[in-house]
């Protein structure tokens, strides 16, 4: 007979233990145990299967038809190129921002295309599927839809209907009856998710699931469910703001450093196909502590506004804030500026923002940052078509980075007619019409400059 048993699992990375513990030994994380029921012992005997027989790699063929084309190139390029048959995809983010949405417009791109799609939903009525259907403008042709958060069944409907892409929304209301704890538990979400990885893989069908997130901004259930899956996508951006931003976390199948941009309008998300003139929309053209720097998202590089506000602090202790932008590195980059050029800035507020609502983490902004905060501090504005990039050391000096070539053409492309960027980096560049290099060594040369 079967029992069941008492265990706890780390929500964090899954671990299993017989007792709470305040620590996870796995991951090291504090108060991440859950308690759950786990049925054990089913008096079933093991049957025993026949070896598997491995395949030579090189009587695997591919076709050229191995990925299926989703009608959105911003997506299409954080996947890498399309849709891979037989992968499993998961696309997190904070609720409301669009998930649904793109992936309502995904299938409608599909069944143009003459693919056969099935949409299964646990958490809206077919009603409801259909309203969000017509709000984005309809389906012109047929796509299979199913309300059910039992995978048992969804499997049954995805064996005998085989379509070609899978959409399972969202997968914390799937559930397994095998498994007595309750739908959007750590064991429910593991099982389900190996569960719909077999079913990908064996029926050589794309399965896209939606995760839910954390007040941290990570997929809910354990971080084993990244681990799984094939490629994680995460939105960014505030609800209330325009613009979305949609990541490449972990992507088997192509890079993992592209970005796609959308629009949210009344009809739907809208691909961005030009963000760098979007992201400089409404900049002020004379003001200081404005500067354009470029970084690199992947293989396109994007332009974008860094602003800088210093003012003398009223307080003992000055504020520092950042947002878009790694505080500490800003911290840094002001200690920098104080020992090695000579600004005493410990007695200033330091308030730093990256327009547009992105996030960047890139070390090629540094040099736009420092020039920044030195044109609001000395309050004489910058050079509106001078566009800056580099990376900071400790010592002050200004060191290369990766793609330069492509960050000037993009520049000059938006009208941009003077780069101060690494001295390095000027061998790799061919002479741009129109625009002037200035290669500089340390901060003391661009602020020369500036």
């Excluded at 796509?143 to 005998?160: F, P, R, V």
């Amino acid at each position: 007979m079967a029992k069941a048993k008492q265990v706890y699992f780390c929500q964090e990375c899954g671990y299993e233990s017989t007792k709470w513990q305040g620590q996870c030994p796995a991951c090291k994380n504090w108060n991440t145990f859950v308690e759950e029921k786990l049925v054990v012992g089913t008096g079933k005997q093991s049957v025993r299967t026949e070896a598997a027989v491995p395949t030579s790699i090189l009587n695997v063929s591919t076709t050229e038809d191995a990925r299926i084309g989703t009608g959105m190139k911003e997506l299409d390029r954080v996947l890498g190129g399309g849709i891979v048959k037989g992968s499993l995809t998961l696309v997190g983010g904070d609720p409301g921002i669009g998930k649904s949405t793109l992936l309502l417009q995904v299938c409608r791109n599909l069944t143009d295309d003459n693919h056969k799609v099935l949409y299964a939903s646990g958490e809206e009525s077919l009603q409801q599927i259909k309203l969000r259907a017509e709000r984005l403008g309809g389906f012109v042709k047929d796509m299979l839809l199913l309300c059910e958060t039992n995978l048992d069944a969804i499997e049954g409907a995805i064996t005998k209907a085989m379509p070609e892409v899978v959409v399972i929304d969202s997968i914390q209301t799937m559930y397994l009856e095998d498994i007595g704890s309750g739908a959007g538990s750590v064991s429910q979400v593991r099982e389900v998710t190996g569960r719909l990885m077999r079913i990908a893989k064996q029926l050589n069908v794309a399965i896209f699931i939606v995760g839910h997130v954390t007040k941290e901004g990570t997929v809910a259930g354990p971080r084993t469910l990244e681990h799984m899956v094939d490629t994680v996508l995460y939105f960014e951006g505030e609800k209330n703001a325009v613009y979305r931003i949609l990541r490449g976390v972990k992507n088997r199948f192509g890079s993992t450093n592209e970005i796609g941009v959308f629009e949210m309008k009344d009809s739907g998300l809208y691909e961005v196909e030009n963000p760098s003139q979007v992201m400089l929309n409404g900049r002020p053209l004379d003001a200081s502590g404005s500067v354009v720097v470029c970084s690199m998202e992947g293989t396109r590089p994007l332009l974008i506004e860094i602003q800088a506000l210093v003012c003398q602090s009223n307080f003992n202790l000055p504020r520092r804030t950042s947002v878009g932008i790694d505080y500490n590195r800003v911290n840094l980059l002001m200690a920098v500026l104080e020992k090695r050029a000579g600004m005493m800035l410990a007695g200033n507020d330091a308030y730093v923002n990256l327009a547009g609502g992105m996030r960047l983490n890139e070390p090629a902004i540094d040099l736009g940052i420092i020039v920044a905060l030195v044109s609001s501090f000395k309050n004489v504005p910058v050079d509106p078509h001078t566009i800056i990039f580099g990376e900071v050391g400790l010592a002050g000096e200004v060191r290369g980075v990766s793609m330069a070539a492509r960050r000037v053409k993009e520049a000059a492309k938006m009208g941009f007619t003077t780069c101060i960027l690494p001295k390095i980096n000027l061998d790799g560049i061919d002479e741009t019409d129109g625009m002037k290099l200035i290669g500089v060594q340390n901060i003391t040369e661009v602020l020369s400059y500036i």
